[in-house]
């Protein structure tokens, strides 16, 4: 880490003080994640810190969500997480057609949450460093206008930004289907830049086999190009973390 990066972090310890809160439990690169994500900036980053801070307290008071809060979502079996990509980053695949708009909003709220906790937790080594990431693979094959969901889409992405700041590595778009061109530029107005520039639509076989080439060949599932069975994310049990 660089003199100025250091200086800034220390300063955002200050401020996060300053707000009335504590950054004593976490380390540096949990806070680092909160200054990219508010441009280095150490009071900003500072507020995001705090407000999710207090987030999660209300929200996930007891530190994660269980399967049985989320059973319906889970039962429609449209979420799958896979091994590690070849640098090492948690792949989770959407089948976006098993989805369907949801009726419940905080409990679908909930199942985000309980999704994105537990495929980040999936690249942790033992113990959680902070800086972890994840990628997400979105298949829209033989999506239908029953399965279309903008409202879930922005709610996922305004979570991941307001809740997961870069915790994002990758997300990469498959299949889609020429009708969703309009809903995905609707979807794009409520994305930050710096989200938008880690989305990567695949239109074409070079662009395959690219994806193929990043993400890799063991984890991805067959129909993607790889050799991976597809895992649904209820039958994933992660490890205990140490101490």
């Known amino acids: 880490m660089d003199k100025n990066q250091e200086l800034k972090l220390t300063q955002m310890k200050t401020c996060v003080q300053n707000l009335g809160s504590s950054t004593e439990k976490y380390g540096d690169p949990t806070l680092e994640r909160f200054l990219i994500a508010r441009s280095m900036d150490p009071n900003k980053a500072a507020k995001m810190f705090v407000s999710w801070q207090k987030w999660r307290a209300s929200f996930v008071p007891s530190g994660f969500i269980p399967d ?12 799958y997480l896979q091994g ?14 098993k989805h369907f708009p949801a009726k419940d909003q905080p409990q679908f709220k909930k199942f985000v949450v309980h999704l994105l906790d537990k495929v980040i937790a999936r690249g942790f080594k033992g113990k959680e460093i902070g800086n972890e990431k994840l990628i997400a ?19 996922g992405f305004q979570f991941l930004q307001a809740y997961y700041p870069e915790r994002l590595k990758k997300c990469y778009i498959l299949n889609m289907p020429w009708f969703f061109v309009s809903v995905w530029k609707m979807i794009s107005r409520f994305l930050e830049k710096a989200t938008l520039e880690k989305i990567v639509i695949i239109s074409n076989e070079e662009e395959k086999k690219q994806f193929i080439r990043e993400v890799g060949e063991d984890v991805l599932p067959e129909e993607f190009g ?3 069975k597809l895992v649904e994310l209820q039958d994933v049990v992660l490890p205990p973390l140490e101490g």
């Open 137 to 155: 693979v979105l298949d829209l094959d033989q999506i239908g206008y029953k399965n279309v969901d903008a409202r879930g889409f922005i709610t």
């Open 84 to 97: 590690l990509s070849k640098d090492g980053h948690p792949v989770m695949v959407v089948k976006a057609c």
């Open 68 to 79: 049985s809060e989320v059973i319906d979502q889970l039962e429609t079996e449209k979420i």
């Open 226 to 228: 790889g050799h991976a």
